[in-house]
């Protein structure tokens, strides 16, 4: 029987080698989950569930998965043994900011708390604290971000996180092209920059083309009276030139009119819901000609609010995967001398009223997934109240709160998030070939979304890690 076993082993490695994908260099080098239910979210029905099965990695890919009967386990190597749990591809956050922390001194422009810590002292934080905001992300079981704008050290964030195997895989854009200033976020190196005609659309996209960045980010702020559509021309000009060089163009836009003038200039990436009316029929129409990956980013307003009143409390998975130093900030509304707390935040404090999640918001993602669309997962993470690692848990939560069944929540959490990482050829599905990006739950997600939360084990690259000791490791 063992005998048998050794040879399918055998087969499924010579299968992977006729595939192109290296042989492993050792039996050491291998590991194997036995027994577990594997959660396949891109298939309908009951295909998606497979029980009992066993899951072979060698090196960084995916070897071999199939029944446990069937499938061998290496002789040598580690082995994890998963009866009783389930496993998911790794997740992906399709929004993030490396460059925001998710305490009250990170954006300014919104709320300025510069009096208690400046601005510059936030962002030198983040910086150095990289290694560990990279560690709370794999600890929620995330293996892959996209940072959708920041300043332009965002592109050697993303080389340092290539080279740490503690790290998720990071796509990134860089400082965003915007309709409006915003100069309490000027360091020297802004992540946010004006941007009053088309050819100065251009130049900052070639400027940023020469970094290899995964996308071009617009930051469409229309307000009342502006000409939308000489903002459109802009937008235009920045998406053709990003996607001359092959290089695809994300835009935030969360009303309608600015949606739809988003997706007329070339968007192939919408960062938040449409949240001011429902989306109709011709949003829908365009953005099924863009075929636009659409995030609804549910959680972020209610994080703001949550935390600029004195009532944000961290959830039981924030409490284990959150990085300690932001949960604890989080209190810090108390302990400020209440002349440094500004008047608005002040006046919320004082009336929090009752924190909802965005009612069009949750309605419009029903219709867009109705449409068929592609849903990706993105909390915003960085924003006040949004931290960086377990909001993915707030997130995918609101979006089952909206109508969306567990299994696509997660495939927005994953083959989707594949898609906004442009990496869908290798992470997102649990198959032979793929880059072993997986995470192993103490409870079915498919039941219900927060379960994911129930993190036992993350492996990124074929590394085994637990949740518990990276974040020990960072405390
Ligand atoms: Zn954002």
Redesign the pocket.
């Known amino acids: 029987m063992r005998f048998a076993r050794l040879i399918l082993y055998a087969l499924f490695a010579a299968t992977a080698a006729c595939a192109g994908i290296k042989p492993a260099p050792g039996a050491e080098d291998s590991v194997a989950i036995v027994g577990a239910t594997v959660i396949h979210p891109e298939r309908d029905g009951a295909k998606a569930s497979e029980p009992n099965t066993t899951i072979v990695i060698s090196g960084r890919r995916i070897v071999a998965v199939g029944p446990s009967s069937t499938v061998a386990v290496p002789p040598k190597g580690t082995v994890i043994d998963a009866r009783g749990k389930w496993v998911i591809p790794g997740l992906v956050d399709g ?1 993030v ?1 490396f460059f925001q922390s998710g305490n009250l001194y990170t954006r300014p422009d919104v709320v300025d708390f510069t009096r208690s810590v400046p601005y510059a002292k936030e962002v030198a934080r983040n910086q150095s604290r990289l290694p560990a905001t990279f560690k709370v992300w794999l600890a929620s079981g995330v293996t892959s971000v996209v940072d ?2 920041g300043p332009f050290w965002n592109f050697e964030m993303r080389d340092t996180a290539e080279r740490t195997s503690e790290a998720p895989r990071v796509a990134v854009a860089g400082p965003l092209i915007s309709m409006i200033a915003d100069p309490k976020l000027d360091l020297g190196d802004p992540p946010i920059i004006e941007i009053a005609s088309t050819e100065a659309a251009r130049d900052l996209v070639r400027r940023e083309l020469a970094r290899k960045p995964d996308y071009i980010k617009v930051w469409f702020i229309h307000r009342a009276g502006e000409d939308l559509a000489a903002q459109e021309a802009i937008v235009r000009a920045a998406g053709d030139e990003a996607h001359r060089a092959g290089v695809a163009l994300a835009v ?1 836009a969360t009303e309608l009119i600015v949606a739809k003038a988003a997706l007329r200039a070339g968007a192939d990436y919408l ?1 938040h819901s449409v949240m001011d009316v429902p989306v109709d029929e011709e949003f829908i129409a365009l953005a099924k000609k863009n075929r636009v990956l659409y995030c609804p980013t549910l959680f972020v307003i209610p994080g703001y609010q949550y935390a600029l009143s004195n009532t944000w409390q961290p959830t039981a998975a924030e409490m284990r995967l959150a990085d300690p130093q932001i949960v604890a900030a989080m209190g810090d509304l108390a302990r400020i001398p209440s002349d440094l707390i500004p008047p608005t935040v002040a006046r919320r404090i004082a009336e929090p009223g009752a924190i909802v999640p965005p009612e069009v918001a949750m309605r419009n993602l029903r219709s867009v997934a109705n449409a068929d669309i592609t849903i990706v997962m993105g909390t ?1 993470a960085g ?1 006040i109240g949004t931290l960086h690692g377990p909001s993915v848990f707030r997130e995918m939560t609101l979006m089952q709160q909206a109508g969306i069944p567990p299994l696509h929540v997660l495939r927005a959490a994953t083959i989707n998030g594949a898609q906004a990482m442009r990496r869908e050829k290798e992470i997102g599905t649990i198959a032979p070939g793929r880059l072993a990006d997986l995470v192993v739950l103490d409870a079915d997600p498919a039941t219900s979304v927060d379960n994911a939360s129930r993190v036992y084990r993350v492996i990124k690259d074929g590394r085994v890690y637990d949740p518990d000791e990276l974040i020990r490791s960072i405390r």
């Open positions: 929004h900011h959708i704008g935030h960062v915003d924003n």
